[in-house]
Structures are given as structure tokens and as C-alpha cells.
């Protein structure tokens, strides 16, 4: 009797451990610009990284290469790419990124998020490329940073992303 209510007790817990690890998309991309939107509203992390013309906060694991030129840059962490792009000409409240997005007719965004604190301006979006491919955008004035993704850690993803781009200081 014992051993039957262990594997009923077993099975159950499987069954919810499962189920948590089968979010949506949507649910994913929710808790993924909450959590951009969480980082972006705290003080951005201390620089530890500098190249070219920036200095930047990169999370364990990333490191960044220069790009085809000196706004451009690549950041990678293990098999994942992301492309930084800085333009030192735009303040830190522009919206120059977001409006060109939401221009973009060709865009099939699941859902964007603009932030805005004080004079600095941010989004966060997310834009379905196919069933399996994410665009995962991330802005702050000038910075924005870019991936494709699967939904796999589509959240992490996303905070990861905005702890980057808030961080960016242009060495003049």
C-alpha cells in the first residue's frame, strides 16, 4: 500500500513539475518585459567591460567582439548571438528605435512595452519571426540590442538583454 501511494505521490509531482516548465509563449514574453521593465526602473550594474568607444556591464558568460564598425558589436554567451548596436548621436530619451519598430509593417509583434523614467526612454519587444523563431528587442535611448531566439529562456533572454543595453556609456 505504501509503495502504491509513493508512485501515485511521484507521479503527481512529476506531472506538476511538467506543467510548469510548459509555459506559452505569451506567458514567457510577459514575464520577459517584466523583467526588462524591472531592470530598467533600478540603476543600471557598474561596467566591467570596455571596447571601441563603450564601456558596458556583461553578465557571467558574455562576452562581447567588435562588429563591422564602431556602432556595432556582437555580445555572445554559449551558442546564443546578440547584435548591440550604439548610436552616440541619440539622446537618452529617444524613441527613434520604438517608432521605426511599430513603422515596420512587416512586424508580427507578440507584445512591446515602452519604460520611461525621468529623461531616459526603453522598450522591450518581442516579434514572431515563424512557429519556432523570436526577435527579442531591447532599447535604451541610442542602445538597442537584438536576438533570435526559440521560446526556450525567451524570459531570461530578455532580462539579460535590458541589464546590457542599460549599462552602455559611451567614452567620448
Excluded at 38 to 44: H, Y
Excluded at 114 to 125: N, P, R, T, V, Y
Amino acid at each position: 500500500m505504501y509503495r502504491k501511494w509513493s508512485h501515485i505521490l511521484l507521479a503527481a509531482l512529476c506531472m506538476l513539475v511538467l506543467s510548469a516548465c510548459g509555459k506559452t509563449v505569451e506567458e514567457k514574453t510577459a514575464t520577459g518585459i517584466e523583467n526588462a521593465e524591472s531592470v530598467f526602473t533600478n540603476e543600471p550594474n557598474a561596467t566591467n567591460k570596455s571596447m571601441g568607444h563603450i564601456e558596458l556591464y556583461l553578465p557571467n558568460g558574455f562576452n562581447i567582439e567588435k562588429g563591422i564598425d564602431e556602432a556595432n558589436y556582437t555580445v555572445i554567451n554559449g551558442k546564443d548571438s546578440y547584435i548591440l548596436f550604439v548610436n552616440p548621436n541619440e539622446t537618452e530619451n529617444s524613441q527613434l528605435h520604438y517608432d521605426i519598430l511599430k513603422q515596420d509593417a512587416k512586424t508580427n509583434i507578440i507584445e512591446d512595452k515602452k519604460f520611461e523614467k525621468g529623461d531616459l526612454f526603453g522598450f522591450s519587444a518581442v516579434n514572431q519571426l515563424n512557429e519556432e523563431e523570436f526577435e527579442l528587442i531591447v532599447s535604451v535611448g541610442g542602445v538597442k540590442m537584438t536576438t533570435i531566439s526559440d521560446k526556450k529562456k525567451l524570459d531570461e533572454k530578455l532580462q539579460y538583454m535590458m541589464e546590457i543595453a542599460q549599462s552602455v556609456k559611451v567614452i567620448k
